[in-house]
C-alpha cells in the first residue's frame, strides 16, 4: 500500500502512464486514497488469488450494450452472480450483451480487464449509464483499478461519490 507521493517517487515521466489521468483528478479534487501495486489482474479469480491484504469491497465491472446499442457500466460486488436476463428488466434495455474491447476503449478509454468505474472520466459525452449494486455504497472503502490492471486504489465510498459528481456522473443504484 503507497501514498501518491510514494509511488511517484521512481516514475520519471507521469505523460506515460495512464493511471495519472485518474490520479492527477483525486489529488486536484483533494481526495484521500492509497494505491496497492500488483501482478496485472483480468478477473476477479485473479484478483482474489494475487492481491495480497486489501480492505474494503472488492469488485467486479462489467462493459455491456444493448441492442440499440445503448452502453452500460455496472459494478458489483466480486461475488455477485450477474443474470443478464434480470439485469435487462432491471435497467430497462432490450437484450445486454458485452460490450466489444473496441467499443471499449472507444466509449471507457480501457482495455479489457481495467474496467472500473473511475474509468467514468473518459466518458466525455455521457454515452454509458452506470450502475452500481446497493451494497457496496454501505462499505466504507471500494478498490477499482484506475485505468490499468495492475494498480488498485482504495477509496472512501463517499470521496467516490465526490469523485462522481465531479465528472458529472450520475449511478443508479441496483439491487439483487
Do not use: C, W
Amino acid at each position: 500500500m503507497k501514498t501518491f507521493r510514494q509511488y511517484i517517487e521512481f516514475i520519471d515521466d507521469h505523460s506515460k502512464h495512464l493511471e495519472f489521468l485518474v490520479l492527477d483528478e483525486l489529488n486536484k479534487l483533494g481526495l484521500e486514497y492509497f494505491i496497492y501495486e500488483h501482478p496485472p489482474l483480468r478477473t476477479v479469480e485473479e484478483s482474489k488469488a494475487l492481491r495480497g491484504e486489501m480492505h474494503g469491497g472488492h469488485t467486479k465491472n462489467l462493459f455491456l450494450r444493448d441492442k440499440k446499442k445503448k452502453n452500460y457500466l455496472l459494478t458489483v460486488n466480486e461475488n455477485q452472480k450477474i443474470d443478464l436476463k434480470f439485469l435487462e428488466s432491471e435497467v430497462s434495455s432490450g437484450r445486454l450483451s458485452f460490450g466489444s474491447p473496441e467499443r471499449l476503449s472507444q466509449f471507457l478509454g480501457v482495455n479489457p480487464g481495467a474496467v472500473s468505474p473511475l474509468a467514468l472520466l473518459n466518458d466525455k459525452h455521457n454515452d454509458v449509464s452506470f450502475f452500481i449494486d446497493h451494497n457496496l455504497l454501505s462499505e466504507n472503502i471500494l478498490n477499482f483499478h484506475p485505468l490499468v490492471n495492475h494498480l488498485t486504489v482504495s477509496i472512501k465510498v463517499t470521496d467516490f461519490k465526490y469523485f462522481l459528481k465531479s465528472q458529472n456522473k450520475f449511478y443508479n443504484e441496483i439491487y439483487f
